[in-house]
């Protein structure tokens, strides 16, 4: 495999401090509760979801096939988020860029996950408070290039529009129920993994920083991405 020096690719990245927060919503969807609280370590988080231009030095320097939508022409410009990989090719480039780098990054947890996209706000439905996003669905707006939503309390960007964001965790819908109250790590068991954020595609149903999605780990869609989180 090339080495590629890490400037470029390591990403800008906010750090989430230690502590607790109140997970889940009691005025959303079933998967999200009980609201309960959570303590989660603290850790960092990339500002933003990882770019074309980012992957693109990772699929020049490994043999990784690259993404089903990488010729689209519609994510084609350099600081759109990457879009059609798979939870195994969102684990293969953190791996990737904790060699470059020397550094454990890795897809975040959903409770990590959450308590980024809240920035530090309790009780508030999006990053910025409770007022909505603009409802896109049915437009079939363009996917926009990183920073068009934030910064929110922990600096970090597109935390509810732009693309879904794997997580690490398997996904149950009756996960909360059982969790533990310390650094979840997501059920042992099941097939679907995690996703948080809302996509260009459907801004609105699942951009809450509670709102819950999974998908089958090998699937590709074009609304799908992921960023990096740092264990510190």
Known sequence: LIMVPPHGVEPDRGTIPAGTFLMGSEAGRDDE??????WVDAFGMAKYPVRRREYAVFLQATVHPSTKFWDDPRFQLPNQPVVGSSWFDAVAYCE??????????RLPTEAEREKAARGGLEGCDYPWGNEPPEDLRGVNPPL?????????????????VGVHEWCSDRYSASYYAASPDRNPQGPSGGNRRAARGGSWRHAIRYSRCAGRSSLGPEKTFNDFGFRCALTL
């Open 144 to 160: 926009e290039e990183v920073g068009t939503e934030g910064p929110n309390g922990y600096g970090l960007y597109n935390m509810a």
């Open 33 to 38: 509760k009980p609201v309960h609280s959570v």
């Open 96 to 105: 990737w860029l904790s060699g470059q780098t020397h550094k454990l990054y």
